[in-house]
């Protein structure tokens, strides 16, 4: 299982990637975002792959997938610091990523995150 | 003249990231731009990946001529049925060989699939611009 650090920052979880995870790591890692996320005091998820210079479509579709299964829960998400490379070749993999949100760094994610819980709890 | 300056087998899931992390390094040192480096890397990603999935063992050679590298992806599996099916991108979105194949395609200038039901050869050439 490879080493993934969740941090609490108040309602948020922050999840930095920091090595690449071969298929059945990153399917784990996966799984423990959502875990660490079941947890009533957690209102968003902002994942930060910014360590990540390869991202390929089996990556990015899970990515997809994790933020799809963390809303599902009720847990705004957001991805943060796509490489501009790897922006480029998942644009070229055909994986547009639409429907999640992003951000460029760590302080604009959390500012963004905030802003979303906020409206949910209007 | 074409020269062989890497070849890596590939069995298991971490061979994946092994094959793409030597081959984005041998890019760098041929002087491909970093978007390039990072286009070839995802290629062999996704081709070793397909690999693993479909075939359980195979390998990736590296040739370098004066133009570019050519990376060439083979395995001894069951081969790919239908090659024009698996391309085509509708089919593909519900097809892991199928999204890993167009993608890897897109990703490189010249792409090549020999396939029959004693294994499959993907040659592949990115250009040194």
Known sequence: MARLTCMHLGEILVVPIQEELHDTAAEEAGEKIIREADNSNIKGVAIDISALDIVDSFLGRLLQKIACGLRAMGKEVILVGIQPEVAVALVELGLYLEDINTAFELDSALEKLREMINEDSK | ?129
């Open chain 2, 1 to 129: 003249m074409k020269e062989e300056i890497l070849r890596i087998p590939i069995n298991k899931e971490i061979d994946v990231l092994i094959a793409r992390r030597e081959i984005k390094s041998e890019a760098e040192r041929e002087g491909f731009r970093w978007i390039d480096q990072t286009r070839i890397a995802t290629a062999v990603s996704e081709l070793t990946r397909n690999i693993i999935k479909h075939a359980y063992r195979g390998e990736v050679i590296v040739n370098k001529d004066d133009g570019g590298l050519e990376i060439i992806c083979q395995d001894e599996g069951p081969g790919i049925p239908d090659v024009e099916q698996a391309l085509e991108r509708g089919y593909s979105t519900t097809n892991s060989l199928g999204i890993g194949l167009i993608g890897a395609k897109h990703l490189m200038d010249d792409f090549k699939i020999e396939s029959n039901d004693s294994g499959t050869k993907i040659t592949t050439y990115k250009k040194l611009k």
